[in-house]
């Protein structure tokens, strides 16, 4: 069997999602998503979503198999303004809310910053839903109120509390440690 050829991201120093073997421990995941957190933050650029951080985010997260709005199996874009995953569609709907209101990234097409990787893997489809539920809220009309005001802000206020930390530990050492 030919060896497989290095990605250019490996090359940059990430490893591909080729070289992660397709059932990893959640502690070899977190660990390998530490790696890719601390080279993109320290690159100080926006670079595509790291693999295994991406495997967090699709595999480990609850809710994240469908999409946040319409229930679609296996979405392919983001709001890190929300940390959720969404659907094609879904996505178009909240390009139009504006950028103040929800930032759309395509998982696999566009480039990351660190902050909005680390919005993404302490969000989560099932979090949101369940603070939209505790405020009587669906997720399709609620974008424009003061409760998802309320989740933007301080979603964002913990991602720069865990930013801050030397090295991503995973959701739980990370929100023991922003606490």
Request: proline share 5%; glycine share 6%; hydrophobic share 35%.
């Amino acid at each position: 069997m030919a060896p497989r050829a290095r990605s250019p991201s490996f090359q940059q120093g990430h490893i591909s999602s080729f070289d992660l073997p397709p059932v990893i421990s959640e502690d070899a995941l977190v660990e390998e998503a530490a790696k890719e957190l601390n080279i993109l933050k320290e690159s100080n650029t926006e670079k595509l979503f790291p693999p295994a951080c991406l495997m967090m985010v699709r595999r480990t997260i609850a809710g994240n198999g469908k999409c946040l709005d319409c229930g679609c199996h296996a979405p392919d874009w983001a709001t890190p303004t929300y940390g959720a995953l969404l659907c094609i569609n879904c996505s178009g709907r909240h390009r139009g809310f504006g950028v103040q209101t929800s930032f759309v990234r395509s998982l696999t097409m566009d480039t990351w910053t660190h902050s909005q990787v680390l919005a993404m893997m302490e969000g989560g489809n099932e979090q949101f839903e369940n603070f939209l539920k505790r405020h009587s809220m669906r997720p399709e009309a609620c974008y424009k109120t003061k409760a998802a005001k309320f989740y933007r802000v301080n979603l964002r206020r913990h991602v720069d509390k865990v930013g801050e930390l030397e090295t991503y530990e995973g959701r739980d050492a990370s929100r023991r440690a922003a606490a």
